[in-house]
């Protein structure tokens, strides 16, 4: 189980799809004692994986701490950052601190293309630099690229650049409309691209050693299983059945995409949050409408929840709009 806690809302960058809108931190963020209590909190719900992300996480000054304090409690404490902002140095404290990884952005293999999309017109330098930086320290690290019509075709080859690099993974982000990227839908994949891409990024895992994992596209576990390739998924849209978020307020949502405020943990223990909210209940029975209710992979992909919510007036149980099983795409 995995749950992701957005640190801060404060960044360094301006991405134009950042799902939180990052920028200025929030007067109103968790304090290090409430972080601590979530912690607590979280482990006492069974989760084994925390990511702390942003904002960028890396600008929260207590990380440091809040990383031991989740390693205290046996949760695998991972982040995920824009590199930036990454030296040796401080790569080595988040190691001692206890984290076991990060993942760092990186969407071109055109420097000028990756800058322009982050808001910051060194992101592509220092990024790959601070993945150097990690390989020096020995903290593990993977890539994290968002897919977008103007990158769709080098999405590969930055595989192959990040397996260069000394990474573990290459975890590929499909464009949720939700927080900026509303206004950059003209960017999205068409439902063909989508498909071509999945089955792309598949059949490639069979001949690269790194972990390659599509993100918020769920049917590439449709995909694997027609290709006959093994992954170590279980299930592709994980919101709100083994996977969850918490804002820098405290409010707990499904996913980072499902932008459904559902409980705060000021107000109620994330525990309970977890175990007993109606909307977590309600994802968990897979009672699907439309062609992802009849689906014969119903249960192995579980459409994104995320985008069935936004193309459907906010109902996260409809039919994924994007998925081109079973149709006619051009």
Not at 8 to 22: E, I, V
Request: charged content about 25%.
């Amino acid at each position: 189980m995995i749950v992701s806690w957005n640190t801060t809302n404060k960044c360094n960058m301006k991405c134009k799809h950042c799902y939180r809108d990052a920028g200025d931190s929030y007067y109103e963020e968790l304090s290090t004692k409430e972080a601590k209590r979530l912690i607590e909190e979280i482990a006492e719900a069974g989760f084994k994986i925390m990511i702390f992300s942003g904002g960028e996480p890396l600008l929260r000054p207590d990380l440091d701490e809040l990383i031991h304090y989740a390693a205290g409690f046996k949760l695998r404490p991972v982040l995920g950052s824009n590199g930036t902002l990454l030296t040796k140095e401080r790569a080595l404290k988040l190691k001692e601190a206890g984290a076991m990884g990060i993942g760092i952005s990186l969407d071109s293999m055109d420097p000028d293309k990756h800058n322009a999309f982050r808001g910051l017109d060194s992101a592509w330098e220092q990024a790959v630099s601070g993945m150097r930086c990690c390989k020096e320290a020995g903290l593990s690290f993977q890539v994290h690229t968002t897919v977008t019509d103007w990158n769709y075709h080098e999405v590969l080859r930055i595989t192959d650049f990040a397996a260069k690099l000394g990474a573990r993974a290459h975890h590929i982000f499909f464009l949720v409309p939700t927080g900026r990227a509303v206004s950059i839908q003209e960017d999205f994949l068409s439902k063909a691209q989508y498909e071509d891409l999945l089955t792309d990024i598949v059949k490639k895992q069979k001949l690269i050693d790194i972990e390659l994992k599509p993100t918020c596209a769920p049917q590439f576990m449709r995909i694997a299983k027609e290709q006959g390739i093994e992954m170590r998924f279980t299930k592709g849209c994980l919101a709100g059945i083994s996977y969850c978020i918490i804002n820098p307020k405290g409010d707990v949502q499904p996913c980072a995409y499902l932008d459904i405020p559902i409980d705060n943990v000021r107000k109620k223990p994330f525990s309970a949050i977890w175990k007993e909210n109606n909307v977590f209940q309600k994802l968990r029975t897979l009672d699907y409408k439309g062609r992802c209710g009849s689906c014969m992979y119903k249960i192995l992909c579980g459409g994104c929840r995320a985008r069935a919510a936004f193309y459907h007036d906010g109902d996260y149980m409809a039919e994924e709009s994007l998925c081109a099983f079973g149709r006619r795409v051009l």
